[in-house]
Structure formats: structure tokens, C-alpha cells
């Protein structure tokens, strides 16, 4: 790799630390978890989903399971303590043991033949079990060795390999499925299937999939599905990128061009001041980022920057403990560090990542606009349209933070559940156009499909951003709604204004969600938080009110809404 061009210390430094407390972290796992049952995978928590919806229950114990796999595994291989190998050799034999690998809420009962069926997860547990066992060698037993090969093969290779391009609609989507499915199954490939006559076919097959992931990106590197699925997905590809440039030499490296550079740079805007992220459709106003992606990613392009290491995700910030992600924090990162200190002559500054005052970020193809004040405040827009990844309702919507606190808020994911992705998904407040700030004309809330979108959606580099969104309403004749918002890059505050030119009368409500309890005064409401308070001034301020709403979020956790 190239491009050392300003390696600094104090990040190698940051670096170092980080590793230490990584490591440390999952030893006191192992510790902890060698003393733990196995969680039980029964018939009744499967059938939850089926019953009532509910998909947390099973996939607590689910994730348990990968949890104790991730912390052996990742230990095994850094020390091959006998006591870590004898614990990863139980859940490698519980997990063989599984009746499915894929969860519920992804599986068809009805089906004949549904426990081999490839998910998300199928194919993660598939990579995990591969990676591991190969690296291990004959550190474990080789009774282990073979199960795990042949259930590897039996459930997820051999079906892959033996079916017409697409297996499933992920094999081709645009979304974190198709970069998750695909990298996984790739890298379980390039581990154990040693014929280069069988494994060349899978590979052409899996870089020609992963095409359509990239496609998913909008032209300036934009991730609709916001910086958690950006993650998730970009993790994948990028292991996967990288065992395929490792298998070949060089001469297949999936993280070259402009378009992945770009992609690789998306990151680090949606990491804000004061520790906040870009939380549209369902991701997450307080996400971390990982370490060893973005190691990886800054060796092949320096002017990625790490995010403040603060927010950096540990162990524990992967709910689902993906192997894959938790290895490469260490993996990449001691790779990073190691090219960094063979060209430490080429170390030319030493600084971290500090947050960029006064700047309007626009990515003008993902249609969106990010501001951010002298003064740490941001105020961060999306225009779109409403049948994008993880949709929401959300055209032209807008959320405002200040000091870390989320004033005007975008809710993010709520908790998933059989409805939130079945046909009641856009009668869940956080979905629906209701739970985000924007208008309801008539009574109406936008409405859900690719054709509901915003036009001519700008942003001038200044602070100001405007757009048209009578389409995402559906209105007929002759109407318009053009939603215009200009923020001051120095002391952070904004105006927004909507102006409407429509064909008949009616009631026209502009729409403020909030987590924190407004209080309403003269000419507008006031939202406190702690020793602050912000005011929103409004025209026709007689006519306001308080709607009092509750939001469950992605925890299954009920919150207060206003």
C-alpha cells in the first residue's frame, strides 16, 4: 500500500491505547463468559416471531452464542491459551448444532427444507466458523475441525456454489445485505475451499455481486442507509476486499477508484461535534466508529481521518458481536501500525482529527447537507425520496443538535419487530413523516415509493439548503412546497421557511418533534436542557400545541415524544 504521506504519532499513540484497552476488554469477556451456560436455542423463542413479532428474545440468546464465539475465537488466536480453546471448541459445537443458522425473522417455516437458508447471519456464522477454524489450525481437535467444515459446506457453500446467480434477492440488492452476504460467503470461500478450479467461479460470481452494493452509494460516496449500515456493510466488503487482494497478490483489489475513495471518506462526516452522528432513516444519533475499518481504509486512502477516539466502538458496541468487525479492530489496526512505523520517516505532523468550524458539507446526488457552526451546532438536512434502504417517510426533513443534545430530533430506528418491517411500518411514529419535523398538508403525511421524492434540492456551501417537496405528499395540479432553511455558520442558529402555493383550502401544520418537554411562551416554545434553553420562534404562535407521542426505540426501550 501507498500514500504515507502524514503519519502522525499522536495517533499511533491513540492507536496503541485503544489496542491495549481492546484487548484487555475481551480478556475480562473471557473471563466472565468461561464461567457462563450456553444459551439455549429452543423451539418456543424460535417461534416468537412467528407468534407475536417479538424477534428480541430469540436473538439475545442468538447473539450470546456469537458473542462467546467472537471473545474465544479472537482470543484463541492471539495466545492459544488451552483454556480459551477448550471454550471455543463448546460454541463451535453448539453453534454446528443449531438447527438454523439464519434468524427467524428471515426464515420461512413454511418451506421445506428452511433451516439451510442463507441470511445475513447464515452467512456471517459461515465466515466466523471458517476464519477461525483455518487460522487455528490444528490447535483444535480435528473431530472439530470436520464438523465445522462440513456443516460449513452442507449449509451455506455447497447450496451457494450448486444455485443460478441470484441465490436471493441480496446476492444483487444495493444495501448492506449484498456487501454482509456476499463478503462473508467470499471469505469463507477463500478460507477453506482449496481447488482453485471451484474457487475461482465463486469469486468472479461474488466481486460481479458485489457490483450492485457499490451502485447503492450515490455518486459522492453517500450511504442512504446512514453510518451504522454504512459500517456493517463496508466492513464486509472491505474484509472481503482484502482477502481477495491478499488470495491474488495484488492483482485484484476491490478498494481501488474514485467512487470507493469517496465512499471511503463518508464516514467521517457523519461523525459530528461533541460526539453526536447522522441519524436519518434507521441509524442512530450516538453511533462509534470502528477502529480497524478505518485503519484499513486510511492505508489505501490518507486522507481518511480517524473520528475522535471518544466515540470509538468497543467490544460491547456490537450488539450482534460480529467476529468479523471485532477481529478486524485488532487485525487492522496492528497492520496499520505496523506500516506506520516502517515509514515512520514520512511522519510529517501530529494531529488527530478535530472538528471543521463554520463549514456546509453537501453531497448534491445523496441529497444531503450538513452545517455546523463556530460554536459546535449542527443542523443536518436530507432531501431523497421515500422508498430508500431502512426507508422513513422523511423527505426534506431536518434534525438540530446543540452541545451533543439533539433539540429538534430525528428518532432514528425503532425496535424491530415483525410490523416494522411488514405493511404497518408507516403507521410506527418513527417511520412515518408525523415523527419527523415537516409539514402535514390537509391532514396528509408523505407517502411511501421511489416516485415521492424531493426536487431541486440545493445547498449553496453557506449555510443554506432548499427544495421542493410537493411530490413526497402526492399532490395533485398545480402546488408546491418549497422547504428552505439557511443556518448561521457562526452562532448556529437558523430560520426555516416553508411556502405553499396549493389548489384548495385547508389545514396546513408544521410539524417540530422533540425528546425533551417543550414549554410554550410568547411568540414560539422553549426547550430546556439543562443549564440552556433554545427557543423556536413560530408565526401564528397562538395556534400552537402540544402533541404527546411515545416512540419505542431500537433497544425495544419506550420513550417520551413530543
Not at 307 to 316: I, K, R
Not at 400 to 413: C, F, K, P, T, V
Amino acid at each position: 500500500m501507498t500514500g504515507y504521506s502524514a503519519r502522525t504519532q499522536d495517533i499511533s499513540e491513540q492507536l496503541e491505547k485503544f489496542l491495549k484497552e481492546y484487548k484487555a476488554e475481551l480478556y475480562r469477556a473471557g473471563k466472565e463468559l468461561r464461567s457462563e451456560p450456553i444459551p439455549a436455542l429452543t423451539e418456543e423463542l424460535f417461534a416468537l416471531f412467528e407468534t407475536t413479532g417479538n424477534r428480541l428474545k430469540y436473538e439475545r440468546a442468538y447473539f450470546k452464542r456469537r458473542k462467546m464465539l467472537s471473545v474465544f475465537g479472537i482470543l484463541a488466536i492471539l495466545d492459544k491459551r488451552e483454556e480459551d480453546v477448550k471454550a471455543l471448541e463448546k460454541i463451535l459445537e453448539a453453534i454446528c448444532e443449531e438447527s438454523c443458522w439464519a434468524l427467524p425473522a428471515h426464515v420461512n417455516r413454511q418451506y421445506k427444507g428452511w433451516q439451510i437458508s442463507i441470511d445475513l447471519f447464515a452467512a456471517e456464522t459461515v465466515f466466523y466458523l471458517a476464519e477461525i477454524t483455518e487460522l487455528l489450525g490444528n490447535t483444535l481437535s480435528e473431530n472439530i475441525r470436520e464438523r465445522v467444515k462440513e456443516e460449513v459446506f452442507r449449509r451455506v457453500l455447497n447450496p451457494f456454489i450448486n444455485s443460478k446467480m441470484p441465490y436471493a434477492d441480496w446476492e444483487i440488492c444495493q444495501n448492506n445485505w449484498c456487501a454482509v452476504c456476499n463478503g462473508a460467503i467470499g471469505g469463507a470461500a477463500i478460507r477453506l475451499i482449496k481447488e482453485e478450479s471451484v474457487l475461482e467461479p465463486v469469486l468472479e460470481r461474488i466481486c460481479a455481486a458485489l457490483t450492485n452494493y457499490i451502485d447503492g452509494f450515490s455518486e459522492d460516496g453517500g450511504c442512504p442507509e446512514g453510518i451504522g449500515y454504512y459500517t456493517y456493510g463496508f466492513s464486509f466488503f472491505v474484509a472481503f476486499a482484502e482477502l481477495l487482494r491478499e488470495h491474488t497478490k495484488g492483482k485484484n483489489n476491490l478498494l481501488a477508484g474514485d467512487k470507493i475513495r469517496k465512499i471511503a471518506l463518508f464516514q467521517q462526516i457523519c461523525f459530528l461535534p461533541e460526539g453526536g452522528t447522522i441519524c436519518f432513516s434507521d441509524a442512530s444519533s450516538g453511533d462509534a466508529f470502528r477502529v480497524g475499518l478505518t485503519a484499513c481504509l486510511k492505508m489505501h486512502y490518507p486522507e481518511v481521518e480517524f473520528p475522535d477516539f471518544s466515540v470509538a466502538a468497543n467490544l460491547e458496541s456490537d450488539d450482534c458481536f460480529r467476529y468479523l468487525i471485532l477481529s478486524r479492530d485488532i487485525f487492522f489496526t496492528e497492520q496499520y501500525l505496523k506500516e506506520v512505523k516502517e515509514q515512520s520517516g514520512t511522519v510529517a505532523e501530529s494531529r488527530l482529527r478535530k472538528s471543521s468550524k463554520e463549514k456546509q458539507i453537501c453531497l448534491p446526488d445523496a441529497q444531503w447537507s450538513i452545517s455546523i457552526s463556530e460554536n459546535d451546532c449542527v443542523l443536518a438536512i436530507k432531501g431523497g425520496h421515500n422508498d430508500e434502504p431502512h426507508n422513513h417517510n422523511d423527505v426534506g426533513s431536518f434534525f438540530y443538535m446543540s452541545e451533543g443534545h439533539m433539540i429538534l430530533a430525528d428518532l432514528g430506528a425503532g425496535e424491530y419487530t415483525k410490523q416494522y418491517f411488514g405493511d404497518k411500518r408507516y403507521e410506527i411514529l418513527c417511520c412515518r413523516s408525523l415523527g419527523h419535523n415537516l409539514p402535514v398538508v390537509f391532514g396528509l403525511e408523505q407517502k411511501t415509493g421511489e416516485k415521492y421524492k424531493a426536487m431541486g434540492f440545493v445547498c449553496d456551501g453557506n449555510g443554506k439548503t432548499c427544495m421542493d417537496l410537493e411530490q413526497a405528499y402526492g399532490l395533485q395540479g398545480e402546488c408546491s412546497i418549497r422547504r428552505c432553511l439557511q443556518f448561521d455558520l457562526k452562532d448556529g442558529t437558523f430560520v426555516l421557511e416553508d411556502t405553499f402555493i396549493l389548489n384548495q383550502f385547508g389545514d396546513i401544520v408544521e410539524n417540530l418533534v422533540t425528546q425533551y418537554e417543550p414549554l410554550i411562551v410568547e411568540n414560539g416554545f422553549l426547550i430546556k436542557v439543562g443549564s440552556y434553553a433554545y427557543k423556536i420562534q413560530c408565526f401564528n404562535a397562538e395556534n400552537l400545541r402540544i402533541l404527546k407521542e411515545v416512540h419505542t426505540n431500537h433497544q425495544g426501550i419506550k420513550e417520551d415524544v413530543c
